[in-house]
């Protein structure tokens, strides 16, 4: 058994909760600019006084509509300025916050809105409000209490941000004062559901400690990108994510402007205009902007060239990432000659897709391809891999600028005690860690052992601490001959082709390892640009046997990081998206691996067809 610390940097009063962080803040640096709202007519500035003023206006109308301390209020949103906004009111008040993704079906909001028992909810729009009323008003498990239903924008009579505003005028300072400050470190903050890759999601219990003590010590474990002048990021995530809310404390606490970017189809010409010094991403973001690199050359008949600059930025990375282990010399003379003029041929490009500025990136919820990760490293995008689960408040270890190796995800947070069972199951107890499941005693009595929590992950510690994640213990693979597969290795390789757009490898009791293989529209358009071949549907694709022949070589690369036994025999091609909206990917977009194996199951049959 192999365990890693890092002891706490910062500690906090027990009396302290989240609302303390935006008083100092708001004292420290009362005109700094803590956020930029996205508007038709630009970024607009909102100094922290300005943002304590609406929080403080929201409080009290809440207040004034019966909101007690420890009352859960539930947001469904996409990530904006308001949902922040909102959050830190429900918090100013005395309130939990309930988050759920925009992309929830009326079924998992009605379970979300049982189980906390918020009786409030703050809804994005019209549409939002029509769903949850219509849900409410047919819903046999809410019970007689109605629910009221706050819409974010302005929309004719009904309650909105203003008008619960304009009702807390007559709130005494005192008394939000008494609600504020009736939460210390102990308190709950927020019940977060897990996405759920598997059945109902459970409430995780954040507490105010959780996220105050991840905060103050993050910012000086990572200063290059939390403690430097002028540093702004934009927030893309779902702020459902407790990653993304995370994060967003960490940036208060910090005094780091925060832009929030409603989603995919205006993220390019947000990072644009907005200019992050260091951003969130998950590994998705970086597969999609290496893809949208590679048409962009494809495109303009650069795929060569891209290709060539790809592979130097991978070998440069790679060079400088053993250098640093102490296992090589670094990148030779030609190699930094080639990296040299690629640096000015191609790779500010690469950079100006992010928007220019950007110093850092942080890479969670999933995995990051070690391919990916050495390209933006080698392009100047170094991505810095984290770690973490709802239950520990999101990152409980990260590499960091100072210690970095490509392929972990970094040694532990301050304040955070990494432990490796002898199954090989990562353990986790430390400031991050969550108070417990939600009416759930045994679920959480289960997820716990001798005080750390069970993360469900498998992984390995090195002698320096840093943390490799090899696979889930729920999804390892025993086939019919009794041997041990995790998929996730071979998954990562796989996605790494651009035709493969999802991977999912298969085998359990079955006599030999397999993979479903889902075709990414983007990268067979590229493929067939570059090899000169007209254009072809997902399901044209699938049955062209160049195509084939293209992504059993992908295969044949994936086959050779595990035995025989262990290598992928036969593929399928999955020609159906799989998406958040087909029930395939969580918010996060991580796989649902259930869904897919039920949905596709006649596909997996076919592949042990004799």
Request: aromatic content about 6%; proline content about 5%; glycine content about 10%.
């Amino acid at each position: 058994m192999r365990e890693a610390s890092t002891d706490l940097l910062v500690e906090a009063d027990p009396d302290t909760n989240v609302t303390d962080l935006l008083l100092e803040r708001c004292h420290k640096d009362p005109f700094g600019n803590l956020y930029a709202h996205n508007t038709a007519n630009g970024w607009l500035n909102v100094s922290a006084a300005r943002f304590l003023g609406d929080v403080t206006a929201l409080a009290k109308g809440l207040i004034a509509g019966g909101l007690n301390p420890g009352d859960p209020v539930a947001v469904l949103s996409r990530s904006s300025f308001e949902w922040t906004l909102v959050d830190f009111a429900i918090w100013m008040a005395g309130g939990v916050t309930v988050p759920i993704y925009e992309t929830s079906s009326a079924s998992q909001i009605e379970w979300i809105l049982a189980d906390s028992g918020a009786r409030r909810i703050f809804v994005e729009d019209a549409a939002k409000a029509d769903l949850v009323h219509t849900l409410v008003e047919h819903s046999a498990v809410l019970g007689e209490d109605p629910v009221a239903i706050i819409r974010m924008e302005h929309d004719g009579d009904a309650p909105n941000l203003t008008s619960v505003s304009a009702v807390g005028i007559g709130v005494m300072d005192n008394e939000l004062e008494r609600q504020r400050s009736a939460a210390n470190l102990a308190s709950v903050a927020s019940i977060v559901y897990t996405s759920g890759t598997t059945g109902k999601p459970k409430g995780c219990e954040i507490t105010h400690g959780n996220f105050v003590l991840v905060a103050r010590n993050v910012i000086p474990f990572l200063p290059e990108l939390l403690m430097q002048q002028g540093a702004r990021t934009l927030m893309f995530l779902p702020l459902a994510h407790v990653l993304a809310r995370a994060v967003q404390v960490v940036c208060l606490t910090a005094g780091i402007t925060l832009g929030h970017s409603a989603g995919a189809n205006g993220l390019m010409a947000d990072l644009g205009s907005f200019k992050p010094t260091f951003l969130l991403a998950v590994p998705r973001i970086f597969e999609k902007v290496y893809a949208g690199a590679s048409h962009k050359a494809a495109m303009s008949g650069k795929s060569a060239l891209f290709s060539a600059a790809s592979a130097t930025a991978v070998e440069y990375s790679t060079a400088v990432d053993l250098a640093a282990r102490g296992e090589g010399q670094g990148p030779g003379w030609l190699l930094g000659m080639k990296h040299s003029l690629f640096n000015k041929l191609l790779y500010p490009k690469v950079r100006e897709l992010f928007g220019g500025n950007v110093g850092y990136t942080v890479s969670g919820a999933s995995p990051l391809s070690l391919r990916d990760n050495h390209f933006f490293h080698g392009a100047g995008v170094p991505v810095l891999e984290g770690y973490g689960l709802t239950e520990t408040t999101a990152p409980c270890t990260v590499n960091t600028p100072a210690m970095s190796r490509i392929g972990t995800v970094g040694i532990p947070l301050p304040g955070t005690t990494i432990r490796v069972a002898r199954d090989g199951e990562v353990l986790v107890k430390g400031i991050g860690v969550f108070k417990g499941y939600h009416n759930n005693d045994e679920a959480t009595r289960a997820a716990f052992v001798d005080g750390f929590f069970r993360t469900g992950d498998l992984g390995e510690l090195d002698a320096d601490g840093f943390l490799t994640i090899t696979g889930r213990k729920k999804d390892l693979l025993v086939t019919a001959g009794g041997k041990n597969v995790a998929p996730a290795p071979l998954e990562e390789k796989l996605r790494e082709h651009p035709l493969v757009g999802q991977a999912v490898v298969v085998g359990d009791g079955r006599p030999f390892v397999a993979a479903l293989l889902g075709l990414d529209p983007e990268g067979i358009a590229d493929w067939c640009a570059e090899n000169k071949v007209a254009a072809m549907s997902p399901d044209e694709a699938a049955a062209d046997d160049r195509v084939k022949a293209a992504v059993q070589s992908a295969v044949d690369e994936a086959n050779k990081l595990v035995s025989a036994a262990e290598s992928i025999k036969k593929f399928a091609f999955i020609t159906a998206e799989l998406s958040v909206e087909s029930g395939h990917l969580t918010p996060s977009l991580k796989l649902k691996r259930a869904a897919v194996l039920s949905d596709f199951s006649t596909a997996v049959e076919k592949l042990y067809e004799k």
